[in-house]
Nanobody
Framework: VQLVESGGGLVQPGGSLRLSCAAS??????????MGWYRQAPGKARELVATITPSGGSTNYADSMKGRFTISRDNAKNQVYLQMNSLKPEDTAVYYC?????????WGQGTQVTVSS
């Protein structure tokens, strides 16, 4: 499985970014995988950002992201997205895409998001 994130960068507080994750090489169809985003800030543990079920019918967010971030997926394009609004300096981190099916999970290489004035 290959997961390639894109869309990170430098943004001012209050700004927005949209991350994308392009997935390929799945043993099973993309639409059978749970997908999600995690992030890791310097000196901190990796933490959950958001998850989405295979059909896209259900999503889950960490409390600090609720109302600001939106996860979505396009199963026809094998893509997962993370729309991030009202960004704060504490959102600065490397954001990782992941795919899971059963007990097996795969990770992307991450994309840096920096929120700073």
């Amino acid at each position: 499985v290959q997961l390639v994130e894109s869309g990170g960068g430098l943004v001012q507080p209050g700004g927005s970014l949209r991350l994308s994750c392009a997935a390929s090489g799945f043993t099973f169809t993309f639409s059978s995988y749970d997908m999600g985003w995690y992030r890791q800030a310097p000196g901190k543990a990796r933490e959950l950002v958001a998850t989405i079920t295979p059909s896209g019918g259900s999503t889950n967010y960490a409390d600090s992201m609720k109302g600001r971030f939106t996860i979505s997926r396009d199963n026809a394009k094998n893509q997962v997205y993370l729309q991030m609004n009202s960004l704060k300096p504490e959102d600065t981190a490397v954001y990782y895409c992941y795919a899971a099916r059963g007990s097996v999970a795969s990770w992307g290489q991450g994309t840096q998001v920096t929120v700073s004035s």
